[in-house]
């Protein structure tokens, strides 16, 4: 199993910044991506950002030139969000995903971003 401590959620204004982290401990041999899905009530979970263990990162469209994923070599990742929108508001789960595996293996608890005046 894969355990996660994440971390920088809250309330911001429209425009302002957020730092989600996301640290991974237990199996994490096994894991080949980490990054974050994200929900809003009444809509289904989407991909928000993700990166690989070589380094490479997909990101929504939706927050392209807004968000940026980082990680160190230790299973930690962060999520740089800049010019919050309203439309952001959701919680954002941090994933693992192992090798070979097309999906998510394992989930965190999630952290609620709330984009609000």
């Known amino acids: 199993q894969v355990q996660f401590v994440e971390s920088g959620g809250g309330l911001v204004q429209p425009g302002g910044s957020l730092r989600l982290s996301c640290a991974a401990s237990g199996r994490i041999f096994s894991i080949n991506a980490m990054g974050w899905f994200r929900q809003a009530p009444g809509k289904q979970r989407d991909m928000v950002a993700r990166i690989s263990i070589g380094g490479d990162t997909n990101y929504a469209d939706s927050v392209k030139g807004r968000f940026t994923i980082s990680r160190d070599a230790k299973n930690t990742v962060w999520l740089q969000m800049n010019n919050l929108k309203p439309e952001d508001t959701a919680v954002y789960s941090c994933?693992?995903?192992?090798?070979?595996?097309?999906?998510?293996?394992?989930w965190g608890q999630g952290t609620q971003v709330t984009v609000s005046l």
């Open positions: 994933f693992a995903q192992k090798s070979g595996q097309p999906t998510p293996s394992y």
